[in-house]
């Protein structure tokens, strides 16, 4: 039982290029989210799915789409990145069963020049 | 925008001592969560407190909550050098949502 697990773990981008971050939970959660962690500002959400086959947007969507390819796996799309998008990316997910904890996985570093 | 301001911002004490962090919120909540975060890594979920509740204890971990005034307070005791993290609350709204604070740094000198 994995838990929660995103790929890469680290990645450098130049200005303009685009890039997917995947995540993949093996714990048959419904909702599954993305956030961004900056210092000083916590985590924010970008977007999430409450179930499989809905997206609906967060705090910061702006720069990034994202897609529910099945009950596991909730992906991050990053079309144009900008120096503004360097943060850390954290993808979570939660049984709607209960809606208590939410799960992590281990975060993505990415860092756009 | 953040739901939950975290208070202290950075705490230190020396292990054995009892750590306090307060937490604040703005609008109704079903439940409140508190999340560690080691340097590096995913945040891991510590304790729920749910909106009827006042407190809960879990191991070194007691949790209140007082709705009225919309705070909550995590002590940790007899703190731990491996205690040294981040921590942040999270409240959970009508919605399916979490909104994280900002976090607490907690140091723990040996």
């Known amino acids: 039982n994995a838990g929660v697990t995103q790929t890469p773990k680290f990645q450098v981008l130049k200005t303009g290029q685009s890039m997917t971050l995947q995540c993949a939970q093996d714990?048959?959660?419904?909702?599954m989210y993305w956030y961004r962690q900056d210092p000083g500002m916590g985590l924010r959400l970008i977007y999430y799915?409450?179930?499989?086959?809905?997206?609906d947007k967060g705090e910061v969507p702006n720069g990034y789409n994202v897609s529910r390819l099945n009950k596991r796996e909730f992906s991050l799309r990053l079309e144009s990145a900008a120096p503004s998008q360097t943060s850390v990316y954290f993808c979570?997910?939660?049984?709607?069963?209960?809606?208590?904890?939410?799960?992590f996985g281990p975060g993505t570093r990415l860092t756009v020049l | 925008s953040q739901q939950g301001e975290e208070d202290p911002q950075a705490l230190s004490i020396q292990e054995g001592e009892n750590a306090t962090m307060n937490c604040s919120y703005k609008?109704?909540?079903?439940?409140l969560q508190w999340y560690r975060q080691n340097s590096g890594r995913g945040l891991v979920h510590l304790i729920l407190?749910?909106?009827?509740?006042r407190e809960k204890h879990s191991g070194r971990l007691r949790v209140t909550l007082d709705t009225s005034k919309k705070s909550s307070s995590l002590l940790i005791t007899a703190s731990r050098a491996a205690d040294t993290a981040s921590y942040f609350c999270?409240?959970?709204?009508?919605?399916?949502?979490?909104?994280f604070g900002k976090g607490i740094t907690l140091s723990v000198r040996p």
């Open positions: 979570a997910s939660i049984s709607t069963l209960s809606y208590n904890e939410q799960f």
């Open positions: 609008t109704s909540i079903n439940n």
């Open positions: 799915s409450a179930s499989e086959g809905t997206t």
């Open positions: 407190i749910r909106s009827n509740e």
């Open positions: 999270a409240t959970r709204g009508a919605n399916s949502k979490l909104t």
């Open positions: 714990m048959n959660h419904n909702s």
